[in-house]
């Protein structure tokens, strides 16, 4: 308690290369002074090969400082080499940073900056030095700034001028700076008394496994997730959802900076450690602004008591903001009914593998968690969330659909009232050509979550998939001004495309280097504004980074700006081959297609491929006659066609909800 009498002037190593900067101290990889997510073990050995660089170093060496204490097999090596790669990208020229000298080991070859850098500051009282060190002078380029380098000013004597008359004078400025200071404060307590409320914003980070052992580490993130998804039911909290701070998984945490990152003025973090049935968590309630405690507590419970950790921490929440809870909010956050111990840890794993978009073994996790507890709503929720995911992006198609429509009724049957159960069935519905039965379930769900942002965000899904544009904008933008952290979700706000607003497009995108997904979309724009060779270049590295729906079409684009317009077109046909053999729904994405076919002058296809698109639910009747993708095929009568049965079903659905 109180201050620390040891705390002065310390001096910490930086290491800087590229457009990267590594902290050991802090366990931080900043690119462009933006954290990089790594694992720990993958964060070791970047230290390891910055801090010995141009030094060939071999396998058997890094497993003994990465592993000091275990045995492993070398092929873990290789993996992390792997994950660094993926984050680090390349150098000038197209150059690794790592290389590899088949059978002796790996070479760091970019030139490193050693930066030596002398700070203070005190560590706040019972918070970790490594989460809050420096939060109270952060400048706006992330670095801290010493506050031994502000000079005082100091007053001199003013010649010719009577003590006395000063001292009047200042005297009268006093009284009248009190009475205006008085006269402030009445009006804005009058004025206060007819303000609402405004709702706190809330991050609860991932716990931090202070073992390390790889067996416990889902439960970093899951058990923040379910924290998460606990106080989804209180308005006057804004709570950042789990896919914003997936990303700070096993990360040491700068909490001024991640809230600024977030959006948020408080922030949950804490660790956790497991010895074998006994789990301990710490936490911190945290004000940002002041860098006070509002709360902290140690849980210490048996391993199948996992399921009062998420109880315990949100009524210490509800308790440290001081939240007001209506009699519905605090029914919808009464503990859980009992679920069978194994069933829920089963089911956080398999939160923790759709978190990192590992859907085939999250899927595994939770049919065995709903097979353990068939009555535990959330676990079926979730499992046809991650069915859903699979059949897309893994092309499980129609199958994988079935399999998620019966979980998520499962999940109704059980709990109605479930919102994540709404929202991902209104996802699948949209994509699987229902949207005029997800636009009810949303508007219901908004109707008792008005300041839920992925309700709003899954509504302007919806009306862009139906073609009321401004509409969709209108929702997206209501999600961003209640949550900004939906911009860092991934979240591509697709309708300013479609209105021709491609400037708006771009700067939408989340400020992420390494998301396949993300960098396709910017590829897709920047093709939009004729900036040809920057799109290529980023549908090349979203294909290396992850070959999936979105990005085989990225590739064939890509194709067609190089020439190569054979390749691409033979992408799209393999492509089109196994969507049509397995169902795979998402007709945005076929839409899609039927542009690069157009635009490689492949009318036929681009014609067949609108078709398949509009009669599995995308009829975005106004983007498609102004579509400047599609101007090779305006002239067809089966454009003409098509154009009319999606323009029948767009002014059906207007005349129902508009």
Not at 57 to 64: D, L, N, V, Y
Not at 238 to 265: F, M, N, W
Not at 506 to 516: G, I, R, T
Request: proline share 5%; hydrophobic share 40%.
């Amino acid at each position: 308690m109180g201050s620390n009498p040891h705390v002065g002037l310390s001096v910490r190593r930086f290491y800087e290369f590229g457009p990267f900067r590594l902290e050991p101290e802090e366990h931080l990889l900043l690119r462009d002074g933006r954290p990089a997510a790594l694992t720990p073990k993958a964060f070791d050995l970047l230290v390891l090969l910055v801090e010995n660089q141009s030094r060939l170093i071999a396998k058997e060496e890094i497993m003994r400082a990465v592993w000091p204490d275990s045995f492993v097999e070398d092929g873990n090596v290789t993996v992390l080499i792997s994950a660094l790669r993926k984050v680090l990208g390349e150098r000038e020229a197209g150059l690794p940073y790592i290389e590899t000298v088949p059978k002796k080991g790996y070479r760091f070859a970019a030139l490193v900056r050693v930066v030596m850098n002398a700070s203070d500051g005190a560590p706040v009282e019972g918070a970790s030095e490594s989460s809050l060190a420096g939060a109270h002078a952060v400048g706006s380029n992330g670095d801290k700034r010493r506050r031994d380098n502000i000079v005082p000013v100091s007053l001199t004597a003013v010649e010719s001028r009577s003590a006395i008359p000063r001292r009047q004078i200042a005297w009268i400025a006093l009284a009248a700076l009190v009475c205006l200071a008085a006269l402030i404060g009445y009006a804005y307590k009058r004025s206060a008394k007819h303000r609402p409320p405004v709702p706190r914003s809330l991050a609860i980070l991932p716990l931090r496994n202070l073992k390390q052992d790889a067996g416990s580490e889902f439960l970093g993130f899951s058990l923040s997730d379910a924290v998460i998804t606990k106080l989804g039911a209180i308005s006057s909290v804004t709570v950042r959802p789990s896919s914003a701070i997936e990303k700070y998984k096993g990360q040491a945490i700068d909490i001024r900076k991640v809230a600024g990152e977030l959006h948020v003025d408080t922030v949950l973090a804490g660790n956790f450690i497991r010895d074998g049935d006994r789990l301990r968590i710490t936490y911190q309630l945290i004000d940002v602004n002041t860098l006070k405690i509002l709360s902290k507590d140690s849980i210490d419970v048996k391993y199948d008591e996992l399921l009062a950790v998420q109880d315990n921490v949100v009524h210490e929440i509800i308790k440290g903001l001081e939240l007001n809870l209506s009699p519905t909010q605090a029914e919808r956050v009464k503990p859980d009914a009992p679920v069978n111990p194994l069933a829920y840890e089963y089911y956080l794993r398999g939160v923790d593998l759709m978190g990192s978009h590992n859907f085939p073994l999250g899927i595994k996790m939770l049919e065995k968690s709903t097979e353990i507890d068939p009555t535990y709503a959330r676990a079926w929720a979730y499992l046809g969330q991650c069915y859903t995911s699979a059949a897309a992006f893994e092309f499980g198609g129609r199958e994988q659909y079935r399999r998620a429509q019966a979980a998520y009724e499962r999940a109704l049957a059980l709990k109605p009232g479930l919102v994540e159960t709404q929202v991902f069935l209104a996802n699948l519905l949209v994509d699987t050509g229902k949207v005029e039965q997800a636009v009810p379930l949303l508007r219901n769900a908004i109707k008792s979550n008005p300041m839920d942002a992925a309700v709003h965000w899954e509504l302007g899904y919806a009306y862009r998939f139906a073609g009321m544009l401004e509409q969709s904008v209108s929702e997206c933008e209501q999600a961003r001004r209640i949550d900004p952290a939906v911009k860092a979700n991934f979240a591509v706000l697709n309708t300013y495309l479609y209105l021709g607003r491609y400037d708006e497009f771009l700067a939408s995108l989340p400020d992420v280097h390494e998301s396949a997904f993300i960098l396709f979309y910017r590829g897709f724009g920047e093709y939009h504004q004729g900036k040809l060779e920057r799109a290529a270049q980023a549908f090349d590295r979203a294909y290396q980074l992850d070959p999936n729906l979105y990005t085989q079409i990225g590739k064939a684009f890509s194709d067609s700006i190089t020439r190569r317009t054979p390749d691409g077109l033979e992408i799209l046909r393999q492509l089109e081959r196994t969507i049509q053999q397995r169902g795979v729904g998402d007709p945005e994405a076929t839409y899609k297609m039927a542009q690069a076919y157009a635009v490689m002058g492949d009318k036929v296809s681009a014609l067949r491929m609108l078709d398949y698109s509009v009669e599995n639910g995308f009829f975005a009747y106004p983007y498609f006659i102004r579509d400047p993708l599609l101007e090779t095929v305006h002239d067809s009568t089966q454009f003409g066609s098509l154009v009319g049965k999606a323009r029948k079903r767009y002014d059906a659905f207007k005349k129902t909800f508009f």
